[in-house]
């Protein structure tokens, strides 16, 4: 990034990110360890996003409490409080950019607790790194302090570690493929029984779905990890480190037609099968003629795409092969993930989309960037977080054959219906 400040930002914080892996696991209390607006932020914010209640507590560390305490007070009240209301199965705690100034010891503070509450603890620092890095280190922190090592392996069992762009139907979609090759598949962690938008009964102070604590204990004598995004890559070797037998598959996204084949295809030698299923046969046929068909409308047209590093690489990809000219690439944290694409990235701010949108003729990025698609008369694909604007986030696909077709037509869709005009 070439200026002093940012001034328009693209960037969520790392809390936020702690926040959506929490939400992940069954019966679980996301508790943020910091002051009382940090919580309620994030609260309003995935609240709206998902148009769904979202379970969070906060230690609401104030002026007082934060010169005199070394965070172990407000911790622990914090814990009484919650579990004098639920019983949580994980207490994830996770800090702010205050907190970790002043330097709590959560280590400290979760040990002292552990008779009364199973907890998890990670340090989730708001002035550096993003939404992504907070997820990634939470799900790093999962692994390292509930998984338990193991020497045998279940050669049906498979865990898939998703990156923070991954809706919660992607998830759904993406385990739903892993399960063809006979696997039983645990993701950890899994928004898409507890963020997927589905009726639940009532509004439970505990996340409502996801994968349980005791399946994340027992997540070590699996045969295979599978990470999707550069962020979560490291997660996926601290898993298959548990038991030395575990096969780690890395992917940068799956989303496009060679992407998703690298991915069949690591699961069909994995299982020495010579043909897949036959829906993956029939969806990458689908996908051949959407790229055929949506090839008239996408291709040269120039975009710009502004999003987290590990969506903004799966995104570009799938644009990239039906002959999408994507001008720049503007992601809020500093990454190495896009250094394979032939186009412009850089580290910045929604002032540098609006300049740099000024030579394209589509955005894509999330619902902040509306203002300035409106005011340059530009195509807006709305994508990432937040999308106050429309339902249905939590279903959107954009992920491998599937989700690929689905990306295609809505971005060949919008070009034909905004620039014939």
Not at 101 to 109: E, L, N
Not at 210 to 217: K, L, T
Not at 304 to 325: K, N, P, R, Y
Not at 385 to 394: D, I, K, L, S
């Amino acid at each position: 990034m070439n200026k002093p400040l940012q001034t328009n930002p693209i960037k969520l914080s790392q809390p936020m990110g702690a926040l959506l892996c929490f939400l992940g696991i069954k019966n679980c209390m996301p508790l943020m360890h910091g002051a009382q607006g940090c919580a309620s932020f994030s609260k309003v914010f995935f609240t709206r996003h998902f148009s769904d209640p979202i379970a969070i507590q906060t230690t609401a560390v104030n002026d007082i409490t934060a010169v005199i305490d070394g965070g172990e007070y407000s911790i622990s009240e914090a814990i009484k409080n919650i579990t004098k209301k639920v019983t949580p199965d994980l207490v994830g705690l996770f800090t702010t950019g205050m907190t970790e100034t002043k330097g709590d010891d959560i280590k400290g503070a979760s040990s002292l607790l552990k008779d009364i509450q199973l907890m998890c603890y990670v340090n989730t620092p708001d002035f550096e790194g993003g939404l992504e890095s907070g997820f990634a280190k939470s799900v790093e922190a999962l692994v390292e302090q509930l998984v338990k090592e193991c020497s045998e392996v279940n050669n049906n069992k498979a865990v898939l570690i998703p990156n923070v762009n991954l809706t919660p139907i992607e998830i759904e979609k993406i385990k739903d493929e892993i399960a063809k090759f006979g696997f039983e598949v645990f993701a950890l962690p899994d928004l898409s029984d507890s963020l997927d938008g589905h009726l639940g009964l009532k509004q439970g102070a505990l996340s409502s779905g996801g994968i349980s604590v005791e399946e994340i204990q027992n997540l070590g004598d699996a045969s295979v990890v599978i990470s999707i995004g550069a962020s979560v890559e490291k997660a996926g070797t601290l898993l298959s480190q548990k038991n030395e037998k575990m096969t780690h598959f890395h992917f940068q996204t799956v989303s496009g037609l060679l992407a998703a084949d690298a991915f069949y295809k690591a699961l069909m030698e994995f299982k020495t099968l010579s043909k897949p299923n036959p829906s993956i046969v029939r969806w990458r046929k689908r996908l051949q003629d959407a790229l055929l068909d949506t090839h008239f409308a996408i291709g040269g047209t120039k975009m710009v795409i502004a999003l987290e590093a590990d969506q903004a690489l799966s995104v570009a990809t799938t644009l990239i092969e039906a002959g999408a000219d994507i001008k720049t690439i503007v992601v809020p944290t500093k990454t190495k993930v896009l250094d394979a694409l032939e186009c412009e990235v850089i580290v910045g701010d929604f002032e540098d989309v609006e300049e740099k949108l000024q030579d394209a003729e589509l955005l894509i990025t999330n619902f902040h960037g509306e203002r300035i698609a409106h005011e340059q008369h530009k195509a807006l694909l709305l994508r990432g977080y937040p999308n106050y604007e429309t339902v249905g986030n939590q279903l959107i696909n954009d992920t491998l054959y599937e989700g690929s077709c689905y990306l295609l037509f809505s971005v060949a869709n919008l070009i034909n219906s905004t620039t014939h005009h």
